[in-house]
């Protein structure tokens, strides 16, 4: 950061800052010209000159102010997000300047305030769209986040300069396009997220469709929750595609209110599911182990309480600690803080405890084949037979509720 002040007893028309970058940023070099000196200073890297009616407008005086210039080597103070998602980068410095505690705004067409950034090698080469841009301190919810109103970009007479006209003196940069190289890996996660999420709601949707149909599989407890998992899958996966379409269509330097109420809905959706991968686990543990155990009362309404109800806790809990932990992510989604206190703590601990149902199906699984191969010489044969029917049904209960929960949470 670098910043030079000046002052004047009548006003800083013409007035230019030049900014020249050596070596590194430390080392740069930058000075303050008069209009008649303007032309000779053409070794620069990011330039701005005050226009010459600055000062008489709307009866302002700049009597006894002073005009500070500032120039960032970084834009680490000026973090938007949002850049990312519309393919946009900065591609030079920062500079800014202001005139006391002057609100200078709204200036004229013939009295605009001309920024300059030196063209680099590579921009002549590989030459991309720019667009001049300002650091506005009301959008992302009073976060700030770079913006065009008042700039436009205007045709230098120099084939190695950009050139940029604003209205207001605030904090400007240039912001270009990315190159395909760059954008077109982006791309490439959104479309195969669109198209994995379709079919997958179409997957959901036949499956619901066949438990529906089926008295015994819609009226079995396995089968209502099973629905109710099939439901929350399809859900979360149009939340998805809608989060994809208002990341896009929203990204214009604030966060969309569409794309914020989708980034709840995935957070719901997705710890919905898991809430009711939960409760199929505990059903398949009931069927298997606590075969001669009493039976849940009203399982089923246990497990919409779960699956439907419990999400809603953490996400107000989310909110309540972080109000913007869903309006400040580039793609519609949790903040990255709240991120893994809100969505991977419930959902590992889901998942732990899915793991240990498991392992205790499994030891019993495994006892009770050495039980029935110690008696089996003895045994009837009718009741032998029936004995591996209902051994194998267990088996294929377990592996059935291990291969769905597998697919849910390794995927995620």
Not at 83 to 107: E, K
Not at 312 to 332: E, N, R
Not at 341 to 348: E, I, M, T, W
Request: hydrophobic letters at 45%; glycine letters at 6%; charged letters at 15%.
């Amino acid at each position: 950061l670098r910043a030079v002040a000046v002052q004047s007893d009548a006003d800083f028309a013409g007035l230019r800052y030049v900014q020249t970058h050596a070596q590194n940023f430390n080392a740069s070099s930058g000075g303050v010209h008069a209009a008649n000196a303007s032309q000779s200073s053409d070794a620069f890297d990011v330039a701005l000159t005050l226009p010459s009616g600055i000062c008489r407008r709307d009866g302002t005086s700049c009597t006894g102010h002073s005009v500070v210039f500032v120039s960032y080597a970084t834009d680490k103070l000026f973090s938007d997000v949002s850049l990312r998602n519309r393919s946009l980068q900065l591609r030079h410095g920062i500079i800014s300047a202001s005139i006391g505690n002057l609100t200078i705004d709204r200036l004229s067409s013939e009295n605009l305030v001309s920024i300059s950034f030196r063209k680099s090698a590579e921009e002549a080469r590989d030459p991309a769209p720019s667009m001049c841009v300002f650091w506005d301190f009301t959008v992302n919810n009073g976060r700030g986040g770079w913006s065009s109103e008042g700039c436009q970009y205007v045709e230098s007479t120099s084939a190695d300069v950009h050139t940029c006209q604003c209205s207001h003196l605030t904090n400007f940069a240039l912001v270009q396009s990315m190159s395909e190289v760059t954008t077109a890996p982006a791309l490439v996660p959104s479309v195969v997220m669109l198209v994995g999420c379709v079919v997958t709601m179409l997957g959901t949707l036949a499956t619901m469709m066949v438990f529906l149909f089926s008295k015994m599989l819609r009226e079995s407890q396995f089968g209502q929750v099973v629905l109710h998992l099939s439901a929350t899958m399809a859900l979360l996966c149009s939340a998805v595609i809608g989060a994809l379409f208002s990341s896009d269509v929203g990204g214009g330097g604030d966060v969309s209110g569409a794309c914020s109420a989708f980034a709840v809905l995935i957070h719901y959706f997705c710890l919905a599911l898991f809430f009711f991968m939960l409760a199929d686990t505990y059903a398949i543990h009931q069927r298997i182990v606590d075969v001669f155990g009493r039976a849940t009362n009203h399982f089923v309404w246990k497990a919409a309480f779960l699956g439907w109800v419990c999400p809603v806790l953490f996400v107000g809990m989310a909110m309540a600690i972080d109000s913007t932990a869903y309006t400040s992510s580039a793609f519609c989604t949790l903040s990255p803080r709240p991120f893994f206190g809100a969505l991977y703590g419930p959902v590992c601990l889901a998942v732990a405890i899915n793991l240990a149902i498991y392992l205790k199906i499994f030891v019993v699984l495994v006892h009770e084949r050495r039980q029935r191969s110690s008696y089996h010489v003895n045994s009837e044969p009718m009741s032998h037979r029936k004995d591996d029917k209902s051994h194998r049904l267990r088996w294929s209960l377990f592996q059935r509720s291990l291969c769905l929960s597998a697919v849910i949470s390794l995927t995620w």
